[in-house]
């Protein structure tokens, strides 16, 4: 947390002091800085003084042009030096939450220093939209540039991508052009990307889209999937089942976590209750939907090489190779030995 040197209850009040009492009051219920620390709509201050919302919204515009131009707003210039400067060390642009967080979890003083950027006229601020989150700057030019770089990102990664953090923040740093070195830190680029609602950090602080089953958890099988993908081969369910408790803190039954692995197409089984994933290369199916897979990718093939090469799709034994090829529905043996389909 930030430690800054005024006090920001007294700075509100030495600068709204220079308004008339209902003016005042209207500032301090929409900016939550009275007795009640929640910030009231214009229509619910409208309801209390019986006027239109229209009516409110035009006494805190003139409430708020009044102290800009007031003796108070210039004698208060230290305050809002200060925050520029916070604003800068914190990477020149940052959302609204990081901002506030930085100077105090303390509500009441959450609100009195977000009362303060909004009056101050160097600060800037943009709106959430489906992009990004409630955000300030100073340097329009630079907050552009960090825009366009996450857009870079997102464009980038595909819904099943999941990226480190030291890749993602080189890539970002990559995309990134013409911008002072001071910023080119990894807890500043952290913090920019934080700005994105289209991208965000899983639990093992791996990165992707924000909408990825990968990122948002939603179910025990998203747990799964990064339990199998972090161990990096195949995993019993009743393992999967302990790791996600484990990993995560999340009760997961061993039955439920079966039967959630069978009905996800990323997942393969791949021997007695043994999981994988798909994209490691493994396909779906029983023993003999193995084999003619092979046999229609590498044609004949002898029993030995059908062997080796379902070994790596399955954890079976040898002989259930065998079994499955003395279908003679399915497979025909030549003279020479060797296996094809039975066209």
Known sequence: MTIITFKPKQATKHLTSVLPERARSVLESRFGLGRNKDRLTLEAIGAIYGITRERVRQIENHALNAILKSDA???ESHVFDELEELIDSLGGIVSEEDLLSAVSSNPETRNHIHFILVLGDSFKKEKEDFEFKHRWFVDRILAEKVHDSIRKIYKDLSDSDLVSEQDIVSSF???LQDVSEKYKKDEIVRRWLSLSKQIAKNPLGEWGLSSSPNVCLKGMKDYAYLVIRQHGSPLHFSEVAK??????????HIATCHNELIKDSRFVLVGRGLYALKEWGYSAGVVKDVIVDILEKHGSLTKDEIIELVLKERYVKPNTV???LQDNNTFKKDKKGRYSLNQ
């Not at 790791?243 to 997961?252: N, P, R, T």
């Open 73 to 75: 707003y210039s004698k």
């Open 173 to 175: 740093l990559g995309h």
């Open 243 to 252: 790791k996600i408790k484990k990993m995560f803190g999340k009760e997961a």
């Open 322 to 324: 065998v079994v499955n």
